[in-house]
């Protein structure tokens, strides 16, 4: 299977991109974005889910992990900047993590602030 070449965005057109992903940013060629937990297992569950999106992608983010953080770093380096993939991919992150049971659905939802969207550049 041939990859088709993909076209980067310049940085004007990711900060458009970007207006729909509240919370990522870009910083040094890479587009970013920081989720807060309320403790290890919870950034591990974390982890693991950006992993096993990842996987099913074939398109892997940098993480950087510590106790209640993890900091989400997205760039296609075979075309060296930001593209549809990493676009979709950190959408597809942001739905995941951020889901919660919608009010009066039949899954209640964890009293637990589990993952927090945490904030843009910090």
Avoid: C
């Avoid at 989400?72 to 950190?90: C, F, M, P, W």
């Avoid at 919660?100 to 899954?107: C, F, I, K, N, Y």
């Amino acid at each position: 299977m041939t990859k088709a070449k993909l076209g980067t965005y310049t940085e004007e057109q990711i900060g458009t991109k970007l207006q729909d992903l509240p919370g990522w940013y870009l910083e040094d060629g890479w587009i970013r974005r920081q989720y807060k937990t309320d403790g290890w297992p919870t950034t591990l569950m974390l982890v693991n889910q950006i992993g096993y999106q990842a996987e099913v992608a074939y398109h892997h983010p940098d993480l950087s992990v510590t106790w209640g953080k993890v900091t989400v770093k997205l760039k296609t380096h075979s075309e060296n900047g930001i593209t549809q993939r990493d676009i979709e991919l950190a959408r597809k992150i942001e739905e995941a993590v951020l889901w919660r049971p919608a009010e009066g659905s039949a899954l209640e939802g964890t009293p637990n602030k589990f993952v927090m969207s945490g904030k843009a550049g910090g």
